[in-house]
């Protein structure tokens, strides 16, 4: 995936490592140049960046500010595109019918949109970011789930990332299968055409490039609680942190 961004994807930044004086001069000249920069120039460098890091496996773009006050992970080298033609979401596992929707399938649903702080476990915040797509809770209403289910899981085509929620958790209303970030598409840097949205936790939940839902029994630890990280990713109540609630 993008390193956490972002999320989808979330790892912690080491501290206290050395940075080049090269590194260090050119992320102050960038950071300069976002103060004064109008709005397009902006958001011209928040999209270099963001495929800069989509092929920089020594992590260094996470070093660097951009407009859109978002910073990008990825936890595999690359990851392939999809688009209308080629993308497609799977609902399955314990349901009664499975499916499998494409971008316009679920374009076509009623949308919601939400604007929220993203929080990142790492410390950074962007706030008043709008997301806009179809309720979770929507798509496991259609699917039929069974009464032995307990949870979801969520796969992505980056073919590494996992991520996993308790069945409430999943239905409630501020979880969206996003298709719009910030009033517009989401692109592929951002984890597009279709992520996962997660309001109240921690950005590691809400994982990008999604590609698969699977209702289970129980929760399954997703790719970064497997390394550390809290399954229960509750904004200011988890991870030893005590960062502002999102919602």
């Known amino acids: 995936m993008s390193r956490p961004e972002e999320p989808g994807t979330e790892r912690p930044e080491e501290r206290g490592a050395p940075i080049g004086r090269r590194v260090f001069l050119g992320t ?3 950071g300069a140049l976002g103060v004064v920069a109008a709005p397009t120039l902006q958001r011209g460098l928040e999209a270099f960046l963001g495929s800069a890091a989509d092929k920089d496996p020594t992590g260094l773009t996470g070093l660097l500010p951009n407009g859109g006050g978002f910073r990008y992970y990825s936890v595999t080298s690359s990851v392939p595109k999809k688009n209308a033609a080629t993308y497609r979401l799977t609902v399955g596992g314990l349901v009664d019918h499975p499916r499998s929707y494409t971008l316009d399938d679920l ?9 929220k702080d993203v929080q990142c476990v790492t410390g950074w915040r962007v706030p008043d970011t709008p997301f806009e797509g179809v309720r979770l809770s929507r798509l496991l209403d259609a699917a039929g789930v069974r009464p032995s289910a307990g949870a979801v899981r969520f796969t992505c085509f980056d073919g590494a990332y996992t991520e996993s929620l308790t069945l409430d958790q999943a239905r409630r209303a501020d979880v969206l299968v996003a298709l719009r970030m910030q009033d517009k598409d989401i692109g592929h840097s951002h984890g597009g055409p279709v992520r996962l949205y997660v309001a109240p936790m921690y950005f590691y939940k809400s994982a990008k490039w999604l590609s698969g839902i699977t209702v289970t029994e129980d929760v399954k630890p997703g790719y970064w609680e497997e390394r550390g990280y809290d399954v229960d ?3 200011g109540r988890s991870n030893g942190r005590d960062d502002k609630p999102t919602s």
């Open 28 to 30: 102050l000249g960038l």
């Open 107 to 115: 374009r076509d649903l009623p949308q919601t949109r939400m604007v």
């Open 233 to 235: 990713a509750w904004v």
